[in-house]
């Protein structure tokens, strides 16, 4: 019996070439080495297929089709894609997002 797969990453075959790995670099650039939705640029930064390669393949190398993200923001671009709903944004969840992003980015004390 084959095994069923609900979740195929239809960009492998695109992500895992030479020409990738130039445009990818040329789209870093032109974003400006940040996140095109936070602006965040520390930490790993992804190219993302604003057109997911599974359902326009013809567009997966054309640089207009990527945009730079940080891996919060193409996860929710993604879940989004493949029908989950849109995180909900609340106070609390608000504050303790800014909790976690203080204390990444404060400096560690002396001990």
Do not use: Y
């Amino acid at each position: 019996m084959a095994l069923i797969r609900d979740h195929h990453r239809h960009s492998k075959r695109v992500t895992s070439t030479k020409r990738w790995q130039v445009l990818r670099h040329m789209v870093l650039e032109r974003d400006k080495w940040a996140c095109v939705d936070c602006g965040q640029t520390r930490g790993r930064l992804e190219i993302d297929h604003v057109q997911p390669v599974r359902t326009r393949p013809d567009l997966a190398f054309d640089p207009a089709n990527c945009a730079t993200r940080c891996p919060s923001c193409h996860t929710k671009k993604t879940r989004i894609e493949c029908g989950h709903p849109p995180p909900v944004q609340s106070p609390a969840r608000d504050a303790w997002a800014q909790a976690v992003a203080d204390l990444a980015t404060s400096p560690n004390p002396a001990t």
